[in-house]
């Protein structure tokens, strides 16, 4: 008897025409046959709903940032620059599809532990902020500035002296390649202000993908708290301070959503009492994963059906390529599965117990390890859920000369 | 005090010239002058002798395959498909690339659990060995060879009921995706010999990355033995065996390098002392890693030198969306260092410990972890070795914008 492990939760508001997974009013059937397969579906509703529920539940005139690491499909950035208050960029090359996609510079900033000479060239040309990550770049950014004739835009990136807890990645509280340690900090702004460069501030960011609210408001009082000290020791307000994000979305079995309305009543509460050298600081969040991973659903069509053994394979033309996190092999140590389901037979009750596997020669690809599932077989689609973010870019989408899938941003 | 961790053995032959890393006799700090940096370096003479020293220590007659998922870079594949007696695939794309490379169709084979049915059409029209993976697959590659009125290759991947022990990735011995338990072999070749197709053989792969010579020579044996209880179950002699691989080179402190010697010799004794059903038959080994693996580094640019409360950071302009299996993310659980030098001080001796890491906004991107490195600067190049096998193609190269490395193939 094979045991069956669960999958995560499905997120909510995924619904069913003539009993298959539809996704912007399209049957999955449907978009597989214009569109091919795999796919990779965003849902446009899903992300404005998402963003209006973030608006509503956070402070007013609190800015939300994209992080656009967590998807640069151009149709998604596109419609992310038009919803989100700024663009954060990870490099040179998600600069340039920033600003294709139309977002203005003064809305983007770039951080990064490793910049290159000519991607703080391209920043200080295009006008975007800089979060500088040491002292050293600090040098190489003023000089930069300087030789071109332009005032570069610089924010502090800080090392804070504490971690967000229960994030799934902890980018604070330790010895880190990120950002500054807090007594870089002051120093660091001194000169850039003496250098005559425009300061803008700090940006702040403790970890990321954190499902406890209580957390997150810690991490947000500590975060404030900090600007408010580091901005005393400098003698100068800062223009803006990016409080980071970390909030997270359910991905496993027994993962809850994130109380969102018990993090934006704390941080109004919070930015209502600011200390008075903040007190015209403009704040933002910073969020990639929150804002498309539950928006995008990963298609993929089954190829083979198999048993070996007793247990039963569902072999798809999709794999780790695609969803190279969703096969546990991404920053996991122990593989628990996505949510998933049989698409085509979305309103179908699990009938038996089946892996999901993908169509790479390697027992790494796996998609869903002995899942209750309706009966499928050749022809069915998988959907794998909470694609949105951190799929196609972060899978090795050329392993075993497979390539890319198709993406599309549905209604 | 911060422990230094071991890194991996550099594996033997890798030079300095003027104090530095030289491979195919340039300099790495030329090499970056003229192909820019981060950077893949494959060296023909390395391949050359890789192969050349396993032909000396595996029994006469003997086919040696490259299993060119490892490295499908085209002027490395043009090279692997001149020096190998035959390429195995794992994808329509791979098969594409092969026959581009000069690849004999009839020196192609083709494995892979999820192949669609474009993939099996294209496989038979151009006239190479298709591994079959499961009774279903048999069936649809019998009828597209009728559609087509080609007579199809057909060979069968067996799930032996047998690992590879001490290997990196077991692929038998268990319910697996991959190829068809025992007991559905005999009844599938005789389907495909009634169908009047072209039966094969047999592919057996048991496991790969092993170290341990007693390990492979006790997973050939067992493999001779299933395909002599096959062949004698089927009633018909097999024209070709690929008895898999497993061959590991050593990426880890502590790893040693495996001894093939003593593999060929144990193998020819077996291939010797054959039941007379395998006298005729014709056998491969299918190596990836070890014809490759070593004859690959990857250079990246120190772009930043950065303490965080006393620990030192060098911050590369590569990263894991280069090297994914380096950073410690690719199918391991607990992360060690790969074998790694700062290659433009090559010679020099250890004076501090550090740690480098890419230039990826993520605590994954680690390449080397408080690792004993001379005192290095923004400007020097930091080497990776054993990026010959599963570097570009397996890492996310479009994560955060970066896009892919260059790859060189030098003498």
């Not at 993929?300 to 969703?326: C, E, M, N, P, Y």
Request: proline share 6%; net charge negative; aromatic share 6%.
């Amino acid at each position: 008897m094979i045991k069956t492990k669960a999958t995560g939760p499905i997120p909510a508001g995924y619904d069913a025409i003539d009993g298959e997974l539809a996704i912007g009013g399209q049957k999955c059937s449907a978009l597989i046959a214009e569109n091919g397969s795999p796919l990779f579906v965003y849902s446009k509703s899903r992300l404005d709903d998402r963003m209006a529920q973030l608006r509503a539940a956070m402070p007013d005139g609190l800015d939300l940032h994209y992080a656009m690491k967590a998807n640069p499909f151009p149709p998604v950035l596109r419609h992310m620059v038009a919803l989100a208050d700024g663009i954060d960029i990870a490099s040179g090359g998600e600069l340039q599809m920033a600003l294709e996609a139309g977002a203005a510079p003064e809305h983007i900033s770039f951080a990064g532990p490793g910049k290159r000479e000519e991607e703080l060239e391209q920043a200080i040309q295009a006008g975007v902020t800089i979060n500088i990550e040491s002292p050293g770049e600090c040098d190489r950014a003023l000089k930069i500035g300087e030789r071109l004739g332009k005032k570069p835009r610089l924010a502090i990136r800080v090392n804070p002296d504490f971690d967000l807890k229960g994030s799934g990645m902890k980018m604070g509280g330790g010895a880190k390649p990120f950002g500054m340690d807090i007594e870089l900090v002051a120093p660091t702004a001194k000169k850039i202000l003496d250098a005559g460069a425009d300061w803008r501030g700090f940006h702040i960011f403790a970890g990321s993908q954190a499902l406890s609210a209580d957390a997150i408001i810690d991490t947000q009082a500590q975060t404030l708290d900090l600007a408010a000290r580091l901005a005393t020791e400098i003698g100068q307000a800062p223009a803006h301070v990016n409080l980071g994000g970390g909030f997270g979305i359910p991905y496993f079995p027994g993962d809850e959503q994130l109380d969102i309305a018990k993090v934006g009543a704390a941080l109004g509460d919070q930015l209502a009492q600011l200390p008075k050298i903040l007190s015209a600081t403009q704040f933002a969040i910073e969020l990639g994963r929150y804002l498309v991973g539950e928006a995008g659903v990963y298609l993929t069509r089954i190829v083979d059906r198999k048993q070996s053994q007793g247990q039963i394979f569902l072999v798809t033309d999709g794999g780790l390529h695609h969803q190279l996190a969703a096969s546990g092999n991404f920053g996991t140590v122990v593989r628990r599965n996505y949510p998933a389901a049989i698409a085509s037979r979305f309103s179908e009750e699990p009938a038996e117990t089946v892996s999901i596997v993908g169509c790479l020669c390697t027992p790494l690809d796996r998609l869903s390890d002995n899942a209750a599932m309706p009966e499928a077989s050749v022809g069915d689609i998988v959907a794998i859920f909470c694609a949105g973010a951190y799929g196609a870019t972060a899978s090795p989408a050329n392993f075993l000369g497979q390539g890319p899938a198709t993406e599309l941003l549905v209604d």
